[in-house]
């Protein structure tokens, strides 16, 4: 029996999603939150300051 290529390429990105996703817990999703909005903010202000700092030139 010849398996079709396409046909195992989706069962395999299938099941990773799903195991993926059951496997990620709440905590998971708001600590990732968190984190990504202390990273913009800490972007944002060293982007101010470099820009004050170097843009009066």
């Known amino acids: 029996m010849i398996f ?3 046909q195992i390429r ?3 990105v299938g099941g990773t999603l799903l195991s993926t996703a059951l496997n990620i817990s709440i905590h998971d999703v708001f600590f990732t939150a968190l ?3 202390i990273g913009a903010v800490v ?3 060293v982007s101010y300051v470099l820009k004050q700092l170097f843009g009066k030139r």
């Open 4 to 6: 079709n290529d396409i």
């Open 10 to 12: 989706h069962g395999v």
């Open 35 to 37: 984190m990504s909005v």
């Open 43 to 45: 972007s944002f202000f």
